[in-house]
C-alpha cells in the first residue's frame, strides 16, 4: 500500500505601519514610558490606529494610551505607547487589543 502525502501550506501575512514626522517636530518625555518618544495629537493617533473618537478616549482613559501632562489643550499623545498598541502590546508586554 502507497503512503499517502500530506502537503501543508502556511501563509503568514505581515503588515507594517510607518510613522514619519516632519521637520522641527520635537519629541516629548513620557514618563509612562521614561523616555523620550514621539508626539501624536488624537486626529493622527485615531488615523495610525483606525479607531473612532470614542474608542480612542476609551483607550486615553484606560491608560493605554499614554498622554504627555505637560500637554492639555491641544492633547498630546505619547508615540511610544500607540507604537505598543500596533504591535499587540501594552506598556507591560503582556498582549493588549484596543478598546477592550
Ligand atoms: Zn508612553
Known amino acids: 500500500m502507497k503512503a499517502k502525502q500530506r502537503t501543508e501550506i502556511t501563509y503568514e501575512a505581515h503588515e507594517t505601519t510607518v510613522i514619519r514626522y516632519g521637520r522641527g ?22 488615523s495610525i490606529l ?9 483607550s486615553i482613559r484606560d491608560g493605554q494610551i499614554h498622554t504627555i501632562d505637560d500637554a492639555i489643550d491641544p492633547l498630546i499623545l505619547c508615540g511610544n505607547s500607540i507604537r505598543l498598541l500596533l504591535l499587540g502590546e501594552n506598556t ?3 498582549a493588549a487589543k484596543l478598546g477592550e
Not at 517636530?25 to 485615531?46: E, F, H, K, P
Open 25 to 46: 517636530q520635537s519629541s516629548v518625555y513620557c514618563r509612562q514610558c521614561g523616555i523620550y518618544t514621539a508626539n501624536l495629537s488624537v486626529a493622527q493617533a485615531s
Open 50 to 58: 483606525s479607531v473612532t473618537p470614542l474608542e480612542m478616549e476609551r
Open 92 to 94: 507591560d508586554g503582556e
